[in-house]
């Protein structure tokens, strides 16, 4: 949250003192911006498995290789391959959230297969992040789609609110700090349930031997 305030106030400021250099630097602080989303994705893969040590480890290198593959096979050829920069670079945008909606999603059927007492800290990092990526999917299409004078008069508006709503979403869940507990992520109760949080303790044991050789 910190970063998106200062990152917004910088390019305000960028905007307002040489805008012919806004573009540009535009662009680069997109750049970082995805790193740091994806910074995002890590941070909710290591809640999710914050109970068992090994798997933690292999759900955030599950990850950030499956966010690197998407990238290298998907994202990238949006710009090597195309010729004309500026709908390239809107494919580009449109393929990395795309990518990350991917990862979320994996994360999310994760979490409940497993059964994850994900908190009101993690749940709302996730609803956040959820609303963003998909409303910016439908924004980044729609300038793909549409003229850019009608999206000009209309759709920009896409962006800056689902950005400001993911903020707000975060702000009351990340107000006030509730730790998972620390015995169980995983819902000890009877049934399918039980067998689930068994299975898992029992791989995150193995795994952990694994890890130690």
């Known amino acids: 949250m910190i970063y998106a305030l200062c990152g917004s106030t910088i390019m305000y400021l960028v905007y307002g003192f040489d805008r012919r250099a806004y573009p540009s630097i535009y662009w680069f602080y997109y750049l970082i911006s995805i790193l740091v989303e994806f910074s995002v994705l890590v941070e909710i893969s290591d809640h999710i498995f914050q109970s068992f040590p090994a798997v933690r480890q292999l759900g955030r290198a599950l990850t950030i290789v499956i966010s690197g593959v998407l990238a290298l096979l998907y994202v990238l050829p949006a710009i090597v391959w195309s010729q004309d920069r500026q709908p390239a670079l809107l494919d580009f945008a449109l ?34 992040f959820s609303i963003y990526m998909g409303v910016n999917v439908v924004n980044l299409a729609a300038a793909k789609a549409f003229d850019p004078a009608v999206y ?41 349930d039980s067998d689930v949080a068994l299975k898992l303790a029992h791989f995150n044991h193995e795994l952990s031997k694994l890890i130690d050789k």
């Not at 990862?103 to 996730?126: D, E, P, W, Y």
């Open 152 to 192: 000009g008069q209309v759709l920009w508006i896409l962006t800056p609110a689902s950005y400001g709503l993911c903020l707000l979403v975060w702000t009351f869940a990340l107000w006030d700090f509730v730790p998972a507990t620390n015995r169980s992520i995983v819902s000890p109760v009877a049934g399918s």
């Open 95 to 128: 393929r990395a959230s795309v990518t990350k909606i991917v990862v979320l999603v994996a994360l999310l059927m994760a979490s409940r297969q497993f059964r994850s007492k994900l908190g009101k800290n993690v749940a709302g990092l996730m609803l956040g």
